[in-house]
C-alpha cells in the first residue's frame, strides 16, 4: 500500500468517527429534549386533571354522593375478599409450612444418621494417627537423647542419619555417618 493511499484511508476513517461522534452527540440531546417535554406536557396534564377533578368534587355534590356510595357498597366485598386471601393464605401456609419442618426434620435426622458414625469414625482415626505421629515422633527424640547420651552420635545427628537413609533409599554410607560424628 503506498504512503499516500493509508493517509487518504486513515483520513477518511477520521472523518467518519467524527460524522457518527457529531450524529450520536445529536442524537442524545435530541433524546434529553424529548424526554423534557414528555415530562413537563405529563405533569401538565396531572395537574389539569387535579385541578378539574378538584374543582367538580367542590361545586358538585352529587359526584361526592356517588363516590361515598360506591365506596360503601364496595368495601364490603373487598374486606370479605381481602380477609379471604389473608385466610387462606395463612391456612396454606401452615399446611406448608409444617410440611416443610416435618420433611426438613426427617431428611436432618436422616443426615445425622450417616454424619455422626461417620465424624465419629474419622474423629477416632485422626485422634490414632495423630498420637501414632506424637508417640513416634517422642520415641525418636528419645532414641536419639539416649544414643547421644551413650556417645554414640552427637546430639541432633541421629535424625539427620535417618533422614539420609530415607533419602537414599539404600541407607547412608558408613562414610556419611564417621563425617557427622
Given at each position: 500500500?503506498?504512503?499516500?493511499?493509508?493517509?487518504?484511508?486513515?483520513?477518511?476513517?477520521?472523518?467518519?468517527?467524527?460524522?457518527?461522534?457529531?450524529?450520536?452527540?445529536?442524537?442524545?440531546q435530541?433524546?434529553?429534549?424529548?424526554?423534557?417535554?414528555?415530562y413537563?406536557?405529563?405533569?401538565q396534564?396531572?395537574?389539569?386533571?387535579?385541578?378539574?377533578?378538584?374543582?367538580?368534587?367542590?361545586?358538585?355534590?352529587?359526584?361526592?354522593?356517588?363516590?361515598?356510595?360506591?365506596?360503601?357498597?364496595?368495601?364490603?366485598?373487598?374486606?370479605?375478599?381481602?380477609?379471604?386471601?389473608?385466610?387462606?393464605?395463612?391456612?396454606?401456609?401452615?399446611?406448608?409450612g409444617?410440611?416443610?419442618?416435618?420433611?426438613?426434620?426427617?431428611?436432618?435426622?436422616?443426615?445425622l444418621?450417616?454424619?455422626?458414625?461417620?465424624?465419629?469414625?474419622?474423629?477416632i482415626?485422626?485422634?490414632?494417627?495423630?498420637?501414632?505421629?506424637?508417640?513416634?515422633w517422642?520415641?525418636?527424640?528419645?532414641?536419639n537423647?539416649?544414643?547421644?547420651k551413650f556417645?554414640?552420635i552427637?546430639?541432633?545427628?541421629?535424625?539427620?542419619?535417618s533422614?539420609?537413609?530415607?533419602?537414599s533409599?539404600?541407607?547412608?554410607?558408613?562414610?556419611?555417618?564417621?563425617?557427622?560424628?
Amino acid at each position: 500500500m503506498s504512503e499516500g493511499r493509508l493517509t487518504s484511508t486513515v483520513s477518511f476513517v477520521k472523518d467518519i468517527s467524527s460524522l457518527t461522534y457529531e450524529k450520536a452527540s445529536r442524537a442524545i440531546q435530541t433524546s434529553h429534549g424529548i424526554y423534557d417535554q414528555l415530562y413537563r406536557h405529563g405533569q401538565q396534564a396531572g395537574d389539569r386533571a387535579y385541578q378539574m377533578t378538584k374543582y367538580y368534587w367542590i361545586n358538585f355534590p352529587p359526584l361526592r354522593w356517588l363516590a361515598y356510595t360506591f365506596v360503601v357498597f364496595i368495601l364490603p366485598p373487598a374486606i370479605v375478599f381481602v380477609g379471604w386471601m389473608v385466610l387462606s393464605f395463612g391456612f396454606v401456609s401452615a399446611i406448608a409450612g409444617t410440611g416443610v419442618i416435618l420433611s426438613q426434620g426427617f431428611l436432618t435426622t436422616c443426615g445425622l444418621f450417616v454424619f455422626l458414625p461417620t465424624a465419629s469414625f474419622l474423629t477416632i482415626v485422626a485422634f490414632m494417627v495423630a498420637c501414632f505421629a506424637v508417640f513416634t515422633w517422642g520415641g525418636i527424640q528419645t532414641v536419639n537423647a539416649t544414643l547421644s547420651k551413650f556417645g554414640l552420635i552427637r546430639r541432633g545427628n541421629f535424625m539427620e542419619f535417618s533422614k539420609q537413609s530415607a533419602i537414599s533409599g539404600r541407607g547412608a554410607r558408613q562414610s556419611d555417618y564417621n563425617h557427622s560424628r
